[in-house]
C-alpha cells in the first residue's frame, strides 16, 4: 500500500500546491492560461516526439491498446446518452457533455502523470499520444456533433465536421504526434540538438500540467443538481475504467502492460476542458462542478487501479 501512496500522493500534493498558491495569491490565477498553454503547446510535443520519434514504429502505434481503449470510451459515451436522454431526458447538449464527462480522461495532465511514475515517461508518452488520437478523433467529434444537431442550432453537419477538422490540423499535439511517427517510420535519425532540447522540455510536463489542475479548480464552485453531477463525476472514475476491461476482455491479445495503462488512463478525472466547452453552450457551472468531484475522486479510482496492478502481476 506504501507503494501506492508513493506513486499518487506526489501527484495530488502538486495539484494541491497549484491550488493553494492560487489561494493564498502566491501566484496570479491569470498566469494559469498561459501555463497550461505552454504545457499543451510545447512541453507535452516535445515529450512524445523525444518518446516516439526514436522508437521502432511496431513499439509505438499498438492495435490492441487502441481498439480497447476506443470501444470502452465509446461505450461510456454512448451510456451517457442513455443516462441523460432516456433517464434524464435532458437535452441533446446535457448529453454529449455528460457523454464526454464520461468517456474522455485527462490523459495529458494527471493519466499520464500517473501513468510514467509506474512506467517511466517515455513509454507514458507513447501510450498517451495513442490517447490523444482516440480522443481527438472519436470522443471530441462526437461530444460536438450531438451539441449541434439540436433544434436551436443553425449549423449544418458538414460546418461541424469542417471546424472539427480545422481544430485537428492545428492541435500541436496530433502534429507532434505524425512529426514523430514519421520519424519512426522512417528510421529518421534525430538531431543532437533536438534530442537534447526535447528531452529538457520533458522534465517540466508533468509537473507543471499537475500544478495548472490545482490553480484551473481556484474558483471553481459545486452549483447545480448535485445528485446528476456527483453521478457523473464519479461514474466517470468508475464507469469508464469498468467499460474498459470489459473491451479487453472483449478484444484478445495486448501485452498485460497495456490492459493495466489502459484501466489506469480510464481511471484519471475528467478532463479539465470541458468545462471550457461548457461555458460555450452556457453550461459551465455545472461542468466545473463535475470537474471538482472527477478531479478529488480520482484519486481513489487511480489508487484502486494501482492496487489492482500491483497485487495482480506487480510493477
Known amino acids: 500500500m506504501l507503494d501506492i501512496i508513493n506513486i499518487t500522493a506526489p501527484i495530488f500534493i502538486i495539484?494541491?500546491?497549484?491550488?493553494?498558491?492560487?489561494r493564498f495569491k502566491v501566484i496570479d490565477p491569470k498566469h494559469a492560461k498561459g501555463m497550461g498553454s505552454l504545457v499543451m503547446n510545447i512541453a507535452l510535443p516535445a515529450l512524445m516526439f523525444n518518446a516516439i520519434a526514436s522508437t521502432p514504429f511496431q513499439e509505438?502505434?499498438?492495435p490492441h491498446y487502441l481498439l480497447t481503449y476506443a470501444l470502452g470510451s465509446v461505450m461510456a459515451f454512448m451510456v451517457g446518452i442513455v443516462l441523460t436522454k432516456v433517464i434524464w431526458r435532458q437535452d441533446n447538449i446535457s448529453a454529449a457533455l455528460n457523454s464526454a464527462?464520461?468517456?474522455f480522461s485527462n490523459s495529458a495532465f494527471i493519466g499520464f502523470a500517473v501513468v510514467s511514475m509506474v512506467i517511466g515517461s517515455s513509454k507514458a508518452a507513447a501510450y498517451l499520444s495513442m490517447n490523444v488520437l482516440i480522443e481527438s478523433l472519436l470522443i471530441l467529434p462526437m461530444l460536438f456533433v450531438m451539441a449541434e444537431?439540436?433544434?436551436?442550432?443553425?449549423?449544418?453537419?458538414?460546418?461541424?465536421?469542417?471546424?472539427?477538422g480545422k481544430n485537428f490540423t492545428r492541435n500541436p499535439l496530433i502534429i507532434a504526434i505524425v512529426v514523430s511517427v514519421i520519424f519512426s517510420i522512417f528510421s529518421i535519425p534525430v538531431p543532437q540538438v533536438v534530442a537534447q532540447t526535447t528531452q529538457i522540455l520533458t522534465g517540466a510536463a508533468a509537473p507543471l500540467a499537475l500544478f495548472v489542475i490545482g490553480m484551473s479548480l481556484y474558483g471553481l464552485e459545486l452549483k447545480g443538481d448535485l445528485p446528476k453531477i456527483t453521478t457523473i463525476g464519479l461514474g466517470k472514475l468508475l464507469l469508464h475504467p469498468l467499460l474498459v476491461l470489459l473491451a479487453i476482455i472483449l478484444?484478445?491479445?495486448?501485452?498485460?502492460?497495456?490492459?493495466?495503462?489502459?484501466?489506469?488512463?480510464?481511471?484519471?478525472?475528467?478532463?479539465?476542458?470541458?468545462?471550457i466547452i461548457?461555458?460555450?453552450?452556457?453550461?459551465?457551472?455545472?461542468?466545473?462542478?463535475?470537474?471538482?468531484?472527477?478531479?478529488?475522486?480520482?484519486?481513489?479510482s487511480m489508487s484502486a487501479v494501482l492496487i489492482y496492478w500491483k497485487m495482480t502481476v506487480g510493477f
Do not use: E, W
Not at 444537431?149 to 472539427?164: D, E, F, Q
Not at 497495456?258 to 478532463?271: E, G, R, T
Open 149 to 164: 444537431m439540436n433544434p436551436s442550432s443553425t449549423r449544418s453537419l458538414a460546418s461541424v465536421l469542417l471546424g472539427i
Open 278 to 300: 461548457g461555458q460555450h453552450y452556457g453550461l459551465v457551472n455545472r461542468m466545473s462542478a463535475i470537474v471538482i468531484v472527477s478531479t478529488i475522486g480520482s484519486f481513489f
Open 15 to 22: 495539484i494541491a500546491l497549484g491550488y493553494f498558491c492560487v
Open 251 to 275: 478484444i484478445s491479445g495486448g501485452s498485460l502492460q497495456d490492459k493495466y495503462v489502459a484501466m489506469l488512463f480510464a481511471s484519471a478525472p475528467v478532463f479539465s476542458t470541458i468545462a
Open 101 to 103: 464527462a464520461l468517456s
Open 60 to 62: 509505438v502505434i499498438l
